[in-house]
């Protein structure tokens, strides 16, 4: 099918003098934006990049990544957008990696390496091109590399072809009807992230990149911001800069990525928006079933209804159904999922099996259809023989005040007993103390002996999970002094 990216050429034609992108000060109408990606797009064809090279950014500037993503679809490449707390997997064989001076490093072969400094991009942005943009010639062209981190930290490789984006693109679109200019907190490494880059292309409507959370307050007004989306963390670190109701343009506020608590649902339908949504789903098969805000606040864990194009079903160790309303692991099938991680049989074995996709989810299905999620396979830690899960006592601190994030993994100690250890961000005056208190005296007694741990940030992904992996290890070094 015709590159996505003709639909900016389109925009450009429709509305040249119309916002596209915002990001703090600086602002793109769709001419200077479709001027930007093609210049970058010539520039990136002279320096050898071709359709089908696999090209990995690291790129701080937020509005130059976006422009850069586009101009690497313009040339029919396969972009893989890398976040800082992650390394591209050994078994991608990148072609050419373009960063920034941040981000340079003396293991990417000199070859390879693009420097985007600003030299490179004066040189870029001085140069006018109508050079065409190349075509994805069949359904099975790549366009994407989507790297999962997961909970773990370990990244997966997600191929995405140009026919999935399309899709997914078109999907989102029906779902969550745009009137607006949208604000993303997700970053563009993140699935979320990625797929909201194409919606100005497709609406002709404008995207805010956030600058700041104090920022972003401002530009509710401004920009006139119909569209909200981020992930529990974000809309909590945002929600601290209001304390009362703030008039703004809101219809809609879309959460992904983890649990949403209710006390961050109220608030947000007090001071921002009543309407709020929140969306089960993952790289490898984009959304899979919604929730509205009244479904997350009578069922805590609820991920919602799955979609009608979408099949979900529950079954037990040896990957059979579970008896209707029985706990157990998640499969899902949707109409454009991913079939394989790239290069990587092991990990797509373990995932995708007999046509369905198991991220890793427990859960089960109401008699009426909402699935509720009861924690992840791979978190369910072994206390003295007694199986528990991490969300029991993630979801109850989310709700006491003074709590801003946290976050429970099973650490062994040095007799090799598995024990309980809670991470939590919490405002000033609260106190480690008093949580503790309101643990023993409200969750059953296996949760008694948890130990808090206070720390400043939760490590977190682009789209909002909890990187255990770099969780444990800010653990054992703070255990260890």
Known sequence: MPNLIHYLDFQAKRHPQ????????????FLQLHKLVKSLAKKLRASGIKPGHIVSTQLNNPPLHVAMTLALLHEATISCSVANYLQIPPEVPVDFYLVDPEHLRGNIPAEKCLLIDTPWIESAVCQTS????????????????????GTTGTPKAIPITHTTLAS???????????????LSFFDVCSSIGFYA??????????????????????ELSRLKITNLGGSPIHLTEFMQFIKLPTPNYLQLISTAGSHIGANLINQIKTHLCPNVISRYGSSETSTM??????????????????????QLQIVDEFFKPVPSG?????????PDMAIEYFNNPKTTGEHFIDGWFYPGDMGYQQEDGLVVLKGRQSDVINLGGVKVTPNTIDHFLLEQPGVIDCATIGFTNALGIEELYTAVVVQAGTHTSQLSKLIINQLPPIYNSTKLITLTAIPRNAAGK???????????????K
């Open 18 to 29: 119309r916002l596209a992108l915002s990001y703090g000060n600086n602002a793109f109408s």
């Open 130 to 149: 109508s050079d065409k943009a190349y075509d994805y010639s069949i359904e099975s062209d790549l366009c994407r590399l989507i790297l999962s981190s």
């Open 168 to 182: 997914r693109c078109f999907r989102r679109g029906n779902l969550e009807p745009q009137l607006g200019c949208e």
């Open 197 to 218: 880059i194409f919606k100005p292309l497709l609406t002709g409507l404008p995207l805010a990149l956030p600058f700041s959370y104090e920022h972003s307050l401002t």
């Open 289 to 310: 079933a919604i929730c509205s805000g009244e479904d997350l606040l009578r069922h805590p864990g609820a991920a919602g209804y799955v979609l009608p194009e979408n």
């Open 326 to 334: 029985g706990l157990g692991l998640i499969g899902v099938k949707t």
């Open 466 to 480: 909890v990187i255990r992996g770099g969780l444990k290890e800010d653990l054992k070094h703070l255990l260890s």
